[in-house]
């Protein structure tokens, strides 16, 4: 008796303790969707124009963050479901198979981006690459200039006229 009422305390206080996580969860989503609108008001009224990086780095920001939410609905749905259905008898909590398959239509879809990134960033090495080769012979050529004027100086002619 005593055991079970420890065990009922045990589970209260889990529960407690997730429906706390949850309602932190909640205020999170809130304040997120908050600074999204925050945002869609502020770029529909000024336009303000954003390099290509900072819209990189928010779109990789924004894959890893949808990829990491998307994971805890799975988990937060498999044990709603688990729940209802009574504790399964070989005792496993993992996602069903639709969220398997949903994580793997998820990891398709990152190892598409990450490839697209991957290109691009390539992309943008080898133009680098080139602009650094365009200066690097710029340079030499401005060096060959400056050594050229320095031995061979050339002699203007002594002008001492007045206007």
């Given at each position: 008796?005593?055991?079970?009422?420890?065990?009922?305390?045990?589970?209260?206080?889990?529960?407690l303790q997730g429906l706390d996580v949850v309602e932190r969860a909640r205020n999170w989503y809130l304040q997120q969707i908050s600074?999204?609108?925050?945002?869609?008001?502020?770029?529909?009224?000024?336009?303000?124009?954003?390099?290509?990086?900072?819209?990189?780095?928010?779109?990789?920001?924004?894959?890893?963050?949808?990829t990491r939410i998307s994971e805890v609905n799975q988990h937060l749905n498999a044990l709603m479901?688990?729940?209802?259905?009574g504790?399964?008898?070989h005792m496993n909590l993992a996602v069903h198979q639709r969220s398997i398959y949903s994580a793997q239509k998820t990891a398709t879809q990152t190892i598409q981006r990450l490839k697209n990134q991957n290109h691009a960033l390539t992309e943008e090495i080898a133009?680098?690459?080139e602009l650094i080769t365009q200066l690097e012979t710029?340079?030499?050529?401005?060096?060959?200039?400056?050594?050229?004027a320095r031995t061979y100086p050339k002699k203007e002619p002594n002008d001492t006229t007045l206007w």
């Open positions: 008796m005593i055991k079970r009422l420890k065990l009922l305390e045990q589970e209260k206080d889990f529960l600074n999204v609108n925050d945002k869609l008001d502020r770029v529909s009224k000024w336009d303000i124009p954003h390099s290509e990086y900072s819209m990189d780095a928010q779109h990789e920001r924004l894959n890893f963050q949808m479901e688990t729940s209802e259905k504790f399964p008898i133009k680098k690459s710029e340079k030499s050529a401005l060096i060959r200039e400056l050594f050229h």
